[in-house]
């Protein structure tokens, strides 16, 4: 009998998936533009615990959608580097702005009664910080950071416990990320896996794990997402 995962690359959404009534997004690279905070708050971090040289945020930035601590288990850093990073992060949020287009898609999202929620590699204070102060989080029901979840992804927890407490099944709900991971995590979870390009990262590898859908834009999801019933 073949493998699952060798079957699912290949096969689009089942007939049998009902309408989407839940959204659940990744953060970085889908709904906020946070790569030039992240290289000068890895910068500096690296800087401080490890000593002088370029810090090779490239890599870091190949294992992004992870949780921290385990990009830097990854990467053989120090786990040391995880204060000055978050510290750094938080001193220069107000510099980190939603993608174009977002506000507006996540906006009419709620308005027809699509639930949304957050499953992120960040910490879950640090994600919902954010989103406040972008003036958002009031749109989503759910917020989870890696934090939060005894496996994070690619392990289908945090995608599952957001749709859990959102009250949406797997088959009614779609999993939106801009990395490998974030496919294969809604993926194990039964979600339909969908991938943005709108970050600029690797397309290709994004593109090579066959998610159900591609959008190139925000509001390419509300296509997908036509007023939810009423349960």
Not at 44 to 59: H, K, M, S
Not at 131 to 156: C, H, M, N, T, Y
Not at 193 to 218: N, S
Request: proline letters at 9%; one cysteine or more.
């Amino acid at each position: 009998m073949s493998h699952p995962s060798s079957t699912v690359e290949v096969t689009p959404p089942s007939p049998a998936r009902g309408p989407i009534r839940a959204v659940v997004f990744d953060l970085d690279g889908v709904i906020v533009d946070s790569s030039a905070v992240m290289r000068e708050a890895f910068s500096i971090a690296y800087a401080e615990v490890v000593g002088d040289g370029p810090a090779p945020f490239d890599e870091y930035n190949r294992h992004m959608g992870r949780y921290f601590p385990d990009i830097m288990r990854l990467m053989g850093l120090p786990l040391e580097m995880e204060e000055p990073f978050v510290r750094e992060s938080y001193r220069m949020a107000h510099l980190v702005p939603l993608f174009p287009g977002v506000r507006e898609t996540l906006e009419t999202l709620h308005s027809r009664g699509i639930r949304m929620g957050i499953a992120t590699g960040k910490a879950g204070p640090r994600a919902r910080s954010l989103l406040d102060q972008l003036g958002v989080l009031g749109l989503f029901g759910q917020v989870i950071g890696s934090d939060e979840v005894a496996r994070p992804k690619p392990a289908p927890d945090i995608v599952l416990q957001a749709l859990g407490n959102l009250d949406v099944p797997p088959h009614e709900a779609m999993m939106v990320g801009d990395a490998v991971i974030d496919l294969l995590s809604g993926r194990a979870a039964g979600a339909t896996a969908v991938a943005t390009t709108w970050h600029g990262g690797d397309i290709a590898a994004l593109l090579a794990a066959g998610p159900d859908l591609v959008v190139h834009a925000p509001a390419e999801l509300l296509a997908h997402c036509p007023a939810a019933l009423v349960h």
